[in-house]
C-alpha cells in the first residue's frame, strides 16, 4: 500500500455490530475482524461488508484466534469475500492508543490482504453520540504506512473511513436504547456453547 489514499467503506451492519459487542463487555478489551473486498477498477477502496466479534476474554491466545480465522475465512471465501482488517476497543474507557496486540494482528492480516486496516473504538465520541448529530463513525481508522507502522489516517490528508448508509449512527442509537446489544454472539460465545451464532444472522437481518 505504501501511504497511498484509500476509502474504506462501512456498510451500517458492520459497523453496528462491532459497536454493539463492545457495550456488551464494557469492562473488557473486546476484538473483532472485518470482511470485504477491494472495490473500484482503480483499487482506490475497500468494501467493508460484515464483521464478526472475535472475543472479549485474554485476546492474546494463540489457538483460539487462529481456529476462529481459519472458520472465518473458509466461510466467506465461498461469498468472494475476504478479511480486510481488525477492530479492537481497549479496556479502559480513557485508553486512546493502539496497542502492540492490535497491531500485531493487524500486521498478520496485512501479509494476506495489503489494503488491510485496523479500527479503533473511540469511546469518548461513541459516548457524546446520544448529545449530537453525528454522522461520523465512532472508530479511529489506522493503516500502515511506507516505513510499516499504522499510523492514524486523516492526520495528512490520506486514508479515509466512511459510513456507507448516512443514518447508521440514528440506527445504533435505536439499537443501542433497547439494548439489543445483549444478543451478539462472539467466538468466545461459540467456543463455549457451539449452538451460538458467530455469524450473528438473526439479529441483523
Known amino acids: ?22 457495550l456488551k463487555h464494557r469492562t473488557s478489551s473486546v476484538n473483532g475482524v472485518l470482511i470485504g473486498r477491494a472495490s473500484s477498477q482503480n483499487g482506490d477502496a475497500v468494501e467493508i461488508t460484515d464483521t464478526v466479534p472475535l472475543f472479549h476474554n485474554q485476546l492474546g491466545l494463540l489457538p483460539p484466534l487462529e481456529i476462529s480465522l481459519i472458520m472465518i475465512e473458509e466461510y466467506y471465501a465461498a461469498q468472494g469475500l475476504v478479511i480486510v482488517g481488525y477492530f479492537h476497543a481497549n479496556e479502559r474507557f480513557d485508553d486512546t492508543g493502539l496497542g502492540n ?27 457524546s453520540l446520544p448529545k449530537g448529530k453525528d454522522r461520523s463513525p465512532v472508530m479511529q481508522l489506522y493503516t500502515r504506512d511506507a516505513s510499516k507502522n499504522w ?14 448508509e448516512p443514518a447508521a449512527n440514528t440506527v445504533l442509537l435505536d439499537y443501542i436504547s433497547s439494548e439489543k446489544w445483549q444478543d451478539v454472539v462472539d467466538f468466545d460465545d461459540h467456543l463455549d456453547d457451539i449452538t451460538k451464532d458467530w455469524l450473528n444472522v438473526e439479529h441483523f437481518k
Open 101 to 127: 496486540l492490535a497491531k500485531n494482528i493487524g500486521d498478520h492480516i496485512y501479509r494476506y490482504f495489503p489494503q488491510a486496516a485496523i479500527l479503533l473504538l473511540d469511546n469518548k465520541k461513541l459516548e
Open 151 to 164: 499510523k492514524l489516517a486523516g492526520s495528512d490528508g490520506g486514508s479515509s473511513l466512511i459510513m456507507k
Open 1 to 22: 500500500m505504501g501511504g497511498g489514499e484509500l476509502r474504506y467503506e462501512l456498510s451500517q451492519n458492520a459497523y453496528i455490530k462491532l459497536v454493539l459487542h463492545s
